[in-house]
Every structure is written in structure tokens, then in C-alpha cells.
């Protein structure tokens, strides 16, 4: 056990500090729109130095990085409080899976307007009818002449208006068994079949988008994998995604719970004990995620496959976020009620952690089933 | 970074494991509690494996490892349940070794270290008097209050038993205003010894766990077994993030003490803060798995039970620590934030961001 | 003892159920939150009901009912999350009837019960001003500062609208240190006001409990029913049995407010501090039921989730009714403990033990 | 809805208390046989002002008492500390089962006994492998000449190494339906085949025994109900034996938030801001379980039937009374650890509160399936 970087890993981090220093993109404007086109400008700047496809071998453009890197990568961007590239899906989901299941056209085509965020990307899995259950999809996939025709409905896809590819999947074969008649699509979202449409949340923002699908097409060449194992390819680029997560988001919690404290000390409660008790107890709980983040990324390092021990982390990070945002609105008071700190909608958006990226639910299923070997329910 | 545990480690974490299913299985466990004592052979053999000065410079005639191997021997010892004066031994020698001066070291800690002589450890309470466990019978005890530390000679006090939750150990009071003070840093030499109270926490949520489960997969009602119902599932999962973190917390504040100091006030608050509750919650928790049987003394969960309600209240309590840890993050008045200036050598909680 | 609505009372329930229903649907409140306003034709008809005034005494103006009376009114604006100013004025009112003098109850109150002119109350805050609901176009303002009130005009203040966490009913600051002073009890009218708030969180969670079962009887996922799995269902039963305890809890206040004025102070607190909890837990918990679409605008849920969010603040709080709980339950000294002297009538909580 | 209660209960109460002054047997002496023949005479003295029996009718020996008057007996009787009478099985269960399905004869044999505790009586429904899922007994009575003869295993028995009479539940008919082949028999303790073991709990007492049953005979006149009716006989028992009981059980645990108090006095840390939160927040817990449970009790009074909404106070009698003995324990600091009070007792025997008597997920079920109308698991 040795929880030291190592030397190569503590130049990357002050290289990267020093980077994130000099090339602080300042404050995010205001708007939608303009919003999208600062991260837009924000991931050109990063690609510049390799710092957008951080893990992507050097040959497609990407940094080569380790797992490591990626982490202390992740924790410095939340540290620096700077925002997400705009095509961030494209950099963590999608240029990987055509890394590792697309052919040497699909690589050629695709991976470059990704890290230039020229071309952005979205996802297209959820369904209003398929949550949890994600399998049970009904958005169909027919064969027709060179392609697919698409038909069916989408629900919960980021970035859906700007994007130009949609990592799809669709049922190719509705006779097979439930997860084999899948297949992973990259479609074309500029064309008159598909629609987008903003999505409002409770927090009055639209993050996500339906996406309505009506003979929409997909040349063969924009099927990844084969036709019928697009379950095996969204899974291995679904775990992917959330290694090395963890431990950044861990460390927003921490830095808000920093500003938390400052909160507290400004209503003069610092000194109340009920409020240090519950105050201490989410920096515990919030300090044993990332702890757990640690580990988890130790154990990914050196296994080379995220395990079902990373829906631990994604547990708690749900509660302890949903926990922080209550208290810091509750130990306001009556103004806990105005709408005239972050907190209010810090708290309102934490209602989605238990939801977005698999329900605290099925993670707990996938903790019993998968680590604890209990019997399935199903 | 390697957050698992080295070659070495695992050896002693094996030989640990090993020795304890060899010398004090449950059935063992439950003899000594039915007498009243501890076995006598075992604890010879503990000296024997050198555990009594493991995390205890080889100068003090201790082995010289690390406070990470001392977890690993103190959790196998939580999940044997064990019935042994190792904990309060241990917490003796730290305490020495940090806060003692060096004629106290060199006349007791070498001795301890390595066997010859027993320490035991406890804290002062509101009647000034001290709870220590395994008091009777030890060579020399250390009387903690608040951040001071006093060595104490059986002769100088009154050595009383005392019925205590957890009848896998055995308590005394001590009385007396007797003995000398150790001069030394007694907040450095306790932190560790939270660690190792962290990390017999987390062996015993650990075999609380284990048993929950495995009496999950086989017990049936209602024609299947309770561990395919989400109350039982979910309550078992909810058990393993509790135990992971626990462990998680335990393993970096080892670290920390061993590689790290800086980071270690912090990294032992949040350990014994999470190491208490998880004890605790995850034995009451793998109770209501078990139903009835498991509030049979004829069940072993109980002893689990007990240990962890104990290790909870020894030194600080959760809440202590949860005030402490809220005065790292920054609710303490801005003079004792004076430790936010070490930069963070690895995994270090995060600074206030700099942009 | 009947803790049953009566017959009259169901009716009260019935008529507020069908007139909300009738005059406020979910898809009307979508359009008052749209719009920002309320509708004016809601407010006629709670005053042509009489609500207005509706546990105030004919003396003042009022129906001359009671706080039962008016907590089952409340529960179904609750449950209608209706967007009105009624809360706001309930709370003047209420304030008035209790607080104020002789002259300002003729001047104000029977205007008020009356429905002829409209109060807003609220609490004073940190910087000195107001945070009152539906203060703008209010005739008379009553600011609560701790256990004192001033009577406010609004040409007497600053009125500006504030962004809240809820959209359903208009929020604003009053500054302005003018005023005069309310001479009588404002912890009597505190107390009721409490209930009446009370009233409405549980209204607004039996609602968003509703939503959760229907949701979960209807939605299928891995081929069943989700509400067919524990970690649906029995999260639906925590629900219930935090929405009867909040409801249980504000219907014995509001009696004890009618019946039995000793024993409303411990159970306003007891059923503001379990109502606060009640409402958004439920609201909360109601939402991981629904899944993806709780969270987004079109589905309703979130305006009972905000409602809940800002009642449980409006007054005092759960951790300021908790605290007052601890002292009525022995924490207080010594001399705040006389109200205990009193002899317990029917439900009394239990004096100690006298054997 | 008024909560005041009538004169004549106002009276009841008011002669309940002078009598409860007037005949309180003091302290219970140490040790577990004398402890039971101090109850044994407390009994009798109940007996001869008709508190025994309160709510049989008087025809039996009876007061006739409503279940108003029953919810004000528990509750004085909580109030003024007495303990339970020797035979509380006899009386709360036995007899109503007597009274409700028994013969005449068997009225005749058996009422008379349980109100004098000259018969102390037991229960025999749970096994080792039928907890939660009673009906999965196994004991087995065959038909013989005269009677039945029976075989198994009972546990979590209290009395029975004091008990006449078992009430016990054995599968008459191993054919037919789970519910429809059990059959309720009065089965004498004192025979050969009958074998009671104390079972040593957690907290190193002994409330509860292992019941061997090994050839047993319960004559025909014996069975209660007919055979294979005994199920439905004993759930109307089991529902009479709840209701009224959750008022005297939140006033037990409202006394001992008084008695907290004041150790939290004495330890100095009743200004403690973090210890008046924790400990309001249980009053406010036990207080709503409280009024709950009048709710309850009301209806019960009116609807005639208890009905599933029992198991709210049931679930949390069992949390609060956890919470709060953990915290009464934890409150202590380190001395908490020392067995010198009755807190450590209590915290350790109030595990069993969410198992014993249905366990907190068996009624969470009830008021899923029976309430709410979600649909059933099984």
C-alpha cells in the first residue's frame, strides 16, 4: 500500500496546474448558447495541448494517459473550477468506443472532430419505457438498402441540439432474447427524421432533450460492432465512463462543502454543535467516497476493468450530495426559502443524482448480486 | 498510488487470519466469555508473532513495520472477535512511544514491544477516575484525559472490574491520582491509536456482513431465499458501502500515520467517525437479517455486537470526531486552520480552489 | 375520545376537495406559476366560503369554527397546492386575534375574516427586514421578530418581490422599520399559525405520496409492476407513515388549540417539526419513485416538492420546534418546566411516573 | 373529532389510579421464579376488583370494559410502573380465543383459571424455519383415537416452563392449501411429550423458551375452531391482541424519555445544542406514535376491526425505541460502554423490537399490500 504519486504523476499534476492557471478560460457566460460556444472554444484550447482525449492513445490524437493521470486530471479540472469541454460525451463515450470496437474507417472518420469538439456528440439509450430496465428498448431498427432505418423515441440526451452524432442503440431483432437483438448506431442527427426537443427540467434548465427518431437512417458503415452485440459494446463504454469519476466528483462535494463552511461561519453558527455534528458528519461521509474513490481506481489500475464496487461511490455520492444541499438550505433558516444562493438549486438538481446513470436502486441490486452473491430477485 | 495492500501485507493479514481461526474460533471465543478470562496460549502466541510492538520502532525493541500492518492485525482480530488484552496493549505502547519521555520509553516501551511486560490504556471520566481495559493484571497503565497523559503503576491505584456491554473483554476503573505525566505530544500518539480501534471496527462489520449474507442466501421464506428480497439485498448492500468505507477510512489514516502525518488528525477523526457507526449499524443491521435466531446468545452475531458498541466509546466518540473533522473543513476559528498550509502530498483532501 | 373528522368537518373536506379540484386543478396551478399571479377568481370564492376567517370568532368577523376546522382546510390547499394568498392572510389573522389590541382587532381583523381587506405575516430575518408571502397588494402587513410582532402598513415599507424556491405562491421582502406593535401573546398566535402550516405540508405530502402509489401500481420495469418491489414499496409504506404521523400530529394541535390551549405549545412544535420532515421527504422520496420523469417540469410533482420546501421554513423550524420539544420533555431549567404543573385532560403526553 | 374523553372514563381513570395507588405491589423482587410468583398474586389481586379480564365480558368473569377503557388501563398501568399480570397470554389472548370460538364447555373449563392465573398459558406459532412466513409450520397432529397427536417444534414461547395450556398451531391436513390444513389446539404443557427449554437471548436473560414436542395427545374437545379453521382463528386473535397496545407502549417510551432527560441533566449537557436536537427529535418521534396510535384506537372503536393501519405504530415503537436507547447510550460518551445503567440493557433488548411480533419489513409489506393496494410480491 503507498498512496504517493509517483514522481511522473506529480509533474503531470503541476504541468497541469500550472496549465490550468495560465489558461483559465474565466467565468462561463451567461445563456444557453453562449455558454455552449465558451466550452466549445474552452475544448479547442485543450486540444491544443492534448489535455481533450487525455486517455486516447497518442496516435488518434489523444494524450496516452493512464488511469491515474485521468483521475488527478478529473480532481484538477473541479479544482480549477473550470467547465466541462463541450463535447464531453464525445470524449469520454464515444471516442472510446470507436477506439476499441470500430474499424479503421470509423476511426478515421470520427475521431478527429471529436477532440476538435468540430463535430459533438450525444447518447441516445434511455427510452421513456426503458429506465432502469434499459434492455427492454423498443426503438426499432430496420434493414433496408446500404442501412438501417430507425424508428422509435429517446429520452434524457445531453447536448441532443448541437450534437451531430447520436451513440444510438436499437432493436435489430426483435425475436432475439431481450439484450442480444441490440444494436450501437452512430446516427447522423442532422437529418429530417430525427427532432430534438428540449427537455425542462424541475431546476427550469433543459440539460436533456427527447429525441423523436421517424425513418430516420444509418448507413451500414455507422454501425459499431456487429449488428445484435450493441449491449456489449454500451456496457464496456458505460463502465469505462465511470472509472476515475469518483474521486473528482468527491472533490466538488469537498470544495462545496468548503464553501459551505464559509456559509456557516457567516451566519455566525459555526461554534453551534448541532450544526458542527451534522456538518462533520457529511465531511466524513464525503471524505469515505473518495476514499472509496481511491481505492476503486487502485483496484482499476491494476485489474484493467472497473468492478460492480464502483456503484459504491456512486451511492454515496448521491446521498452525500442530496444530504449537503438540504443542510446548507436548512441552516439558513427562513432564507433557506429564497432562491438567492446556489444552494436552492444545488438542491433541487441533487434530487437527479439517485436517478441519472442508474438509480441508487440498481446499484444496490448490482452490490448484492454481483459483489455480495446474493440471489437475483429477477 | 496502490491503495491494496502489499505482498508483505497480505502474508500478515493471512497469518493473522490463520492464527485466530487456529487459536480462537468462535467457539473459543465464546468459552473464554462463559469464564470470564482470556486464554492464555493465545496470547503468548500473539507475542510471539511479534504484534505486541508490530507498529513500534525497532530501536523501542518493537517490529518496526507500519501502522498499515497494525490494521490489517487489528481488523483480523475485530473479525475473530477475539477475546485478547492486544488492543489496550497496543494503545499503552503508542501512547509511550509519542507522548513518553525517553527514560519512560526505554524503561517500558521496549519491554512492551516485545512482550515482556503488558501495558493497558484507557481514558479519565467525569469522577476522575479512568476506564481502561485489561487493566488488571497489566505492568504499567496509561491514564488519557482529555489532551494530557499520565503512566500509572498498578500499586498507585485501585484496580476495580467492571460490568461492561461487551463480554468478549474484560474493563476495569481505575482510581487514584497517582503517576507521572507524559510529556510528550499525546493528540499524535491517540490519533493512532483511533486507527487501531478503526480498524478492529471494521473486522467486526466485516464478519457481522458476512454472517448477514450468508445466512441470506440460505435461509428460505415465503419459498425463496431472504437474500432475493430487496429489504434483505438492499440492507446488505447498504452493509457493504458502510464496511468499505470503514475500511477505506481506516487504510488512509494508517497510511497517513506511517507516510503522511500531516494528513493524519484528519484521516483518524474520519476514521474512527465512520469505523463507530459502521461497528454498530452494520451488527444491529445483520441482526434483522437474521430474525430471532440472531438474538439468541447461542448465535454468535451478539459478541460482534458488543465489541463494536465498546470499541465505539473507547478513546473518542463519533461525535467528538465529527467535531473535529468539521473544524478541519473549516468551522474552526481562523487561528487552529493552520494545518490547511501543508501542501498535500498525495491524496490529500482538497484545498479551496484556486481560480 | 373520537379522533375522526365529524360529520360537519368531512363536509368542510369534501367541499374543499371539490372546490380546489373545481377552481384550482394542477393544470390551473401550471398557469398561475407560468404567469406569476394568482387567480382572482379562486380568492372570491375562498372568501365567498368563508375560509378567510373560518376559525376566527364571529366576534372578529370569522365562521366562528375551529382549528380543526381550519387544519382540514389547509390540508387541502396542501393537497391542491393551490397558488392563494390564503396562508399568508390565515397567518395575519391569526396573529392579530391574539396579539393585537382591541382597536387593531376592530380596525383590521373583521376585515379580514370578512375578506373585505387581505393580511400578509411573516418573520423578520437577519438583516432586519421581512421575508413575508404575498405581501404586495396586502392591506395590512404583521411582521413576527421572536416572540414580538409590529403591525405593518405597506405605505409604511419597502414591498419587493423575492426569487423563491417555490413558484407557487409570490414571496417578498418587506423593509421598513415602522410599525406598531402588537401588546399581546404572539407565541399563542404562533403556535396557531404553526398548525395551519402544518396543515398544509401534510396536505402537500398525502398528495405527492398519491402520486408515488399511482406511479408505482402503473409503471413496469423488468416485466412487473415497480411498486412490487420492496425497494419501491417499502419506501411507499415509509411515506405512509410519515404522512399519517404528520397529519396525526397537526390534528391534535389543531384540537388542542380549540379544546385544550395547555397542551398546544408542545404539540405545535411536535407536529411543525414532523410536518416540515414530512413534507419534503416525501415529496423527495416520491420523486426517486417516479424516476426520470419526477424531474422534470411537466410532471407536478416538483411544485409539491418546492411548496413543501418553503412551508417547512416559513416561521419557525423543525430544529427551532425540536429544541423547543427537548425543553418541554425536561431539557429546559428548572423554571420554564411549569407548564407541566398542568393535569393532563384526555391525550395528554404523560406526566412522569408517580410510582 | 374531540379528543376529551367521557365522564364515566374520566372516572374509570380517576378510581384505575387511586386503585393502582392504593395496591401497587412494589418493587418485583430479584430473580426470575420469584419475580413470576410476585406476578402470580398481583394477578390475583387484579382479579378481585375485576382488572383481570378488563375487557372480557362480565358473564366470564369480566369487567366488560371498552377498548377506550382497555387503552386507558395499559396506559396507567405503564404509568404507574406495576408489572404485567402472570398470565397476560391467558388474558389477552387466551381467553378472547376462548370466549370467540370455544365451546361452551371448553368457556366453562378454561376461563375461570386464566383470570385466577391458577393456569398460565402460552403461545406456540412461530418455528425455527416459520418466522415471518408463519404459515409455513410444520408441527404436525395426526388423528388418533380421541384426539390428535402431535409432533414438532415450537420457539419464542414465553411462559412455557410455567404454562398449562399451549395455544398451538399444528397442520392437521399437509394436503390441502398452506392456510387450510392448520388447526388451533389447546395442548397441556404438563404431559411427556412435551419439552420446554429456556432460550438464552442476547441480553443473558431468558424470556422465551424452544418448545420439542415428541407424541403429544390433545383430546378432541381440545381443538378450538374447527379442525384445519385454526389459522383464521388465530389472525382475529392476533389483531385483538395489537390494538390498544401501541397508546400504553408510546407512554412507556415517553417515561423513559423523562427519565433521559433527566440523566442528560445530570451529565451536564442539556444546553448541548447537538443533544437537544437528537433528543427533541425523539420526543417528536415517540409523541407521533403517540397520537397514531389513538387514531388507530379510535377507528378500532368505531370500525369495530383493527385494521392494517396497526403496523405504522408498530414500526415505530420499534424505531423510536431503538433510536432512542442509542442515543441514551451514546449520550454517556465513553462511560456508555458500562452495563451500570439500564440504557445498555435496553438498547441491546430493543433489537428485537423490529422482529418480534412481525418484523418491521413484514409490516412494511401490510401497509404496502393492504393500504396502499401496491401489488403483491409473492
New interface residues.
Partial sequence: MDLTLTPEEEQFRAELRTWLEQNHPGPEPDGAEEAFQFRRAWQHRMQQDRYAGLTWPREYGGRGATLMQSAIFNEEMVRAKVPSPANILGLVMGGPVVIAHGTPEQKERFLEPILSADEIWCQGFSEPDAGSDLASLKTRAVKVDGGWKINGQKVWTSFAHHAKWCMLLARTDPEAKKHDGITYFLMDMEQAGVQAKPLRQLTDESEFNEVFIDDAFVPDENVIGNPGQGWSVAITTLALERAGLSLGSAVAIQIQLRELAAMIRDLGKDRDPAVRQKFGELCVKAETMRLNGARGLSYVIKSGMPGPEGSITKIQWASVNQAMTEFAVQVRGTEGLLDDTPWSYRMLRARANSIEGGTSEIQKNILAERVLALPRLR | ??????TE?QAIKQAARDFLAGKSDLRAVRRQVDAGTYDGALWEGVKNQGWTGIAIPEAHGGAGLGY?ELAVVMEEFGYACAPSPLLSNTAAAILLEHAGSEAQKSQWLSAIAAGEQRGAAG?V??DGSA?VADAEGADVLVLVDGAAARLVLPAEAEITA?????PTRR?FRVTGNGGVPLPGDVTAGLDRVEVALSAELTGVAQRAMEMA?EY??VR??????I????????R???M??DV???R??T??AA?AAD??PSQLS?AAS?AK??AAETG?NVA?SS??VH???G?????D??FF??RA??DA???G?A?Q?????????????APAQGAEAHAP???A???????
Fill in positions: 498510488m496502490n491503495f491494496d495492500l502489499s501485507q498499515v481514558s471520566t467525569r476506564l467492571v460490568k461492561a456491554i461487551d474493563y449474507v441470506a442466501k428460505q421464506q415465503f419459498g425463496r431465499p437474500g432475493s428480497y430487496q429489504a434483505v439485498s438492499h446488505c448492500a447498504d457493504l458501502v468499505e468505507s470503514a477505506s477510512a487504510l488512509f497510511w507516510a503522511d484528519l474520519v467517525a465512520q454498530w444491529a441482526l434483522q430474525g430471532g435466531i438474538f439468541t446468545w447461542e448465535h452475531l451478539h455486537m458488543k458498541a465498546a466509546r473507547l478513546f466518540s461525535s470526531h465529527r467535531d473535529r473533522v468539521a473544524g478541519h473543513y473549516g468551522l474552526d476559528p502530498a498525495a491524496l483532501a482538497p484545498e479551496p480552489a484556486r481560480v
